[in-house]
């Protein structure tokens, strides 16, 4: 079935129509439709259009409704003030319009992009060796609502994920466990499988740390543990077989984690650092015969007149160092080169901390500069903020440590268990239910409290506001969303959700179809901009309008007649569908019960 036109974009085509009708020259004109609280709609485009023909607002105004045909969408329209139009609809024409979107299956009249290409997603970059923390959040579940949103409408997704498993710091600890082997798996010198998951990564991590120190602190050791790097980069056995084991046991880890947020990450998506090892010097070749590199000082370097030090100097974007070893820059121009030639990218999106928004503008115009990056493929970083203790500063534990991402996950969970107990006064969940829904649940509210802020924005992580049942939270759309499914399932046989365009709607019924209507255009504008937390807030207002629709609007009074009755249970159906399917969009489930 074709997506179905909202009543919000079939308004605004008509207005635009009489505009050019009663205004020649006025194509392309916005009309500058608006929800209002005194209609449907309201419509403030023909001041700015009478002001520029130096013509009379009113008069201009009518002309505007004279020209605005006859039809069964728009009831009433009157003008306003000095040439405002207050636009009322049929209530015949919002069930109408319900009606063709519930008859779309699970796509609900949800169109596709009008010109799809193909966009490579970097997100979730965690860090082979080493334990995933609160840092780590924003780009996983900022970056899967993200590809979930473009894929829904229609674009070629390809997903990456930059995890860094190659550079000094695997010299370091290799060399580390080559001296110490008793430190790692009890004197065996190989993960066993006990260690697998989380266990494995907490000890390397322990031992990450350890080395780091050593590292540090001896002089002797740090030179062996570079000459490391050197035996990694050269294929060394020995040093591959230690690489590769750290790289096994964190990807075990990596889907435990990815796991418990509801993630599906696949290895064939896993792309890392040292996925683009044998195209670096290559890089490098290229940007130096350009011109796009120069030597200084005996690294390979890209300069830039709008990025200065303190001291007034050119702050260069260091490709290859003096030594002779790779930056950050040449594995990530090299994969750029990969994913604009081999995996044929209109867009690179990179979900990635705003804290590093300095590097990806160097890389990026070094790209175009390469001719690699131009009009018709362009790179964007998709920058977010920081998560938040609730003193407002960066989430640390009491003992100024960074919190671990599965201790905050297990606590989420632990306090959304809670509360689903709380609520099963009549005891209908059995206890594997009652920790099903604490899952659901728990790992709603912490995706839901990142998407629903504006990625670049900072964020407070605050559990007990997460998991109530009060306010912006997915706990409050989630429970809309049962309390419907609870409704259903009391009609049972005896009523069917069914749409009677005849009837007239009380003014929540009507506010409440005009909300789910919007459900496409919201989707294809949150996906468009990379802005899951235009969703979120569409979603949280659908179930504010639906609890005000539940509280004036008996469903299966006694009272109703049959029509009534299943009109209003078509209402609750379209609601709970579009609020399922908008939370599997932003990657949160939907139980049927809490």
């Given at each position: 079935?074709?997506?179905?036109?909202?009543?919000?974009?079939?308004?605004?085509?008509?207005?635009?129509?009489?505009?050019?009708?009663?205004?020649?020259?006025?194509?392309?004109?916005?009309?500058?439709?608006?929800?209002?609280?005194?209609?449907?709609?309201?419509?403030?485009?023909?001041?700015?259009?009478?002001?520029?023909?130096?013509?009379?607002?009113?008069?201009?105004?009518?002309?505007?409704?004279?020209?605005?045909?006859?039809?069964?969408?728009?009831?009433?329209?009157?003008?306003?003030?000095?040439?405002?139009?207050?636009?009322?609809?049929?209530?015949?024409?919002?069930?109408?319009?319900?009606?063709?979107?519930?008859?779309?299956?699970?796509?609900?009249?949800?169109?596709?992009?009008?010109?799809?290409?193909?966009?490579?997603?970097?997100?979730?970059?965690?860090?082979?060796?080493?334990?995933?923390?609160?840092?780590?959040?924003?780009?996983?579940?900022?970056?899967?609502?993200?590809?979930?949103?473009?894929?829904?409408?229609?674009?070629?997704?390809?997903?990456?994920?930059?995890?860094?498993?190659?550079?000094?710091?695997?010299?370091?600890?290799?060399?580390?466990?080559?001296?110490?082997?008793?430190?790692?798996?009890?004197?065996?010198?190989?993960?066993?499988?006990?260690?697998?998951?989380?266990?494995?990564?907490?000890?390397?991590?322990?031992?990450?740390?350890?080395?780091?120190?050593?590292?540090?602190?001896?002089?002797?050791?740090?030179?062996?543990?570079?000459?490391?790097?050197?035996?990694?980069?050269?294929?060394?056995?020995?040093?591959?077989?230690?690489?590769?084991?750290?790289?096994?046991?964190?990807?075990?880890?990596f889907n435990s984690v990815f796991g418990k947020l509801d993630m599906d990450i696949r290895d064939e998506d896993i792309v890392g650092e040292s996925g683009y090892n044998e195209m670096l010097e290559e890089t490098c070749r290229l940007l130096e015969e350009s011109g796009v590199a120069v030597r200084s000082e005996g690294a390979l370097c890209v300069f830039f007149d709008d990025v200065l030090g303190p001291d007034g100097n050119q702050v260069p974007l260091i490709v290859k160092k003096s030594n002779g070893g790779y930056g950050y820059a040449a594995t990530d121009?090299?994969?750029?080169?990969?994913?604009?030639?081999?995996?044929?990218?209109?867009?690179?999106?990179?979900?990635?901390?705003?804290?590093?928004?300095?590097?990806?503008?160097?890389?990026?115009?070094?790209?175009?500069?390469?001719?690699?990056?131009?009009?018709?493929?362009?790179?964007?970083?998709?920058?977010?903020?920081?998560?938040?203790?609730?003193?407002?500063?960066?989430?640390?534990?009491?003992?100024?440590?960074?919190?671990?991402?599965?201790?905050?996950?297990?606590?989420?969970?632990?306090?959304?268990?809670?509360?689903?107990?709380?609520?099963?006064?009549?005891?209908?969940?059995?206890e594997a239910e009652i920790v099903e829904r604490g899952a659901q649940v728990g790992i709603g509210a912490v995706k839901y409290a990142d998407l629903s802020t504006s990625a670049n924005r900072d964020y407070k992580f605050d559990l007990d506001q997460m998991v109530s049942l009060n306010g912006d939270t997915s706990v409050y759309i989630q429970y809309a969303y049962a309390r419907i499914q609870s409704i259903l399932r009391r009609a049972g046989g005896q009523f069917t959700p069914a749409a009677h365009p005849g009837l007239e709607l009380a003014p929540a019924e009507?506010?409440?179809?005009?909300?789910?209507?919007?459900?496409?255009?919201?989707?294809?504008?949150?996906?468009?901009?990379?802005?899951?937390?235009?969703?979120?807030?569409?979603?949280?207002?659908?179930?504010?309008?639906?609890?005000?629709?539940?509280?004036?609007?008996?469903?299966?009074?006694?009272?109703?007649?049959?029509?009534?009755?299943?009109?209003?249970?078509?209402?609750?159906?379209?609601?709970?569908?579009?609020?399922?399917?908008?939370?599997?969009?932003?990657?949160?489930?939907?139980?049927?019960?809490?």
């Amino acid at each position: 079935m074709a997506s179905v036109t909202s009543l919000t974009a079939s308004v605004e085509q008509q207005l635009k129509n009489a505009l050019v009708a009663a205004l020649p020259g006025a194509e392309g004109a916005d009309p500058l439709l608006r929800r209002s609280d005194r209609a449907d709609f309201q419509a403030n485009g023909v001041l700015a259009l009478a002001k520029k023909a130096k013509a009379n607002p009113r008069e201009l105004a009518a002309k505007v409704v004279e020209a605005l045909p006859d039809g069964e969408v728009i009831k009433d329209i009157e003008v306003s003030g000095p040439g405002f139009l207050n636009i009322t609809l049929s209530d015949r024409s919002i069930l109408a319009n319900l009606a063709a979107r519930a008859e779309d299956g699970a796509r609900l009249g949800v169109g596709h992009t009008e010109h799809p290409g193909t966009t490579v997603i970097d997100y979730a970059q965690p860090n082979v060796a080493k334990e995933m923390h609160v840092g780590h959040l924003r780009s996983a579940v900022i970056g899967d609502a993200v590809m979930r949103l473009m894929e829904f409408t229609g674009e070629t997704v390809v997903r990456r994920h930059h995890i860094g498993d190659w550079g000094t710091q695997f010299g370091m600890l290799i060399q580390y466990l080559i001296e110490h082997p008793d430190e790692l798996s009890g004197g065996h010198g190989d993960v066993s499988e006990e260690q697998a998951g989380e266990e494995a990564m907490s000890s390397l991590n322990r031992i990450y740390k350890t080395s780091k120190r050593a590292f540090d602190e001896d002089p002797e050791f740090k030179e062996r543990a570079r000459r490391r790097v050197v035996d990694l980069q050269a294929g060394d056995e020995e040093t591959l077989r230690y690489w590769h084991r750290f790289v096994d046991e964190s990807k075990i880890y990596f889907n435990s984690v990815f796991g418990k947020l509801d993630m599906d990450i696949r290895d064939e998506d896993i792309v890392g650092e040292s996925g683009y090892n044998e195209m670096l010097e290559e890089t490098c070749r290229l940007l130096e015969e350009s011109g796009v590199a120069v030597r200084s000082e005996g690294a390979l370097c890209v300069f830039f007149d709008d990025v200065l030090g303190p001291d007034g100097n050119q702050v260069p974007l260091i490709v290859k160092k003096s030594n002779g070893g790779y930056g950050y820059a040449a594995t990530d121009l090299s994969a750029i080169r990969d994913r604009v030639f081999h995996l044929k990218a209109d867009t690179l999106l990179y979900v990635v901390d705003a804290r590093q928004a300095l590097h990806f503008k160097m890389v990026f115009e070094t790209a175009r500069r390469a001719g690699w990056l131009n009009d018709d493929v362009r790179a964007v970083q998709l920058a977010f903020g920081t998560v938040l203790g609730a003193d407002g500063k960066p989430f640390k534990t009491r003992s100024g440590e960074t919190v671990r991402l599965v201790d905050l996950l297990d606590e989420a969970v632990e306090r959304a268990t809670a509360v689903v107990r709380e609520k099963d006064v009549r005891g209908q969940l059995g206890e594997a239910e009652i920790v099903e829904r604490g899952a659901q649940v728990g790992i709603g509210a912490v995706k839901y409290a990142d998407l629903s802020t504006s990625a670049n924005r900072d964020y407070k992580f605050d559990l007990d506001q997460m998991v109530s049942l009060n306010g912006d939270t997915s706990v409050y759309i989630q429970y809309a969303y049962a309390r419907i499914q609870s409704i259903l399932r009391r009609a049972g046989g005896q009523f069917t959700p069914a749409a009677h365009p005849g009837l007239e709607l009380a003014p929540a019924e009507r506010a409440l179809g005009l909300h789910a209507d919007a459900f496409g255009a919201t989707v294809q504008e949150a996906a468009e901009e990379y802005a899951p937390h235009k969703l979120a807030a569409y979603l949280y207002q659908l179930a504010s309008l639906y609890t005000t629709f539940y509280d004036q609007c008996h469903v299966l009074s006694e009272d109703n007649p049959q029509a009534v009755v299943e009109n209003r249970l078509f209402l609750c159906d379209v609601t709970a569908r579009t609020l399922a399917k908008g939370l599997s969009l932003l990657g949160i489930r939907a139980p049927k019960s809490l």
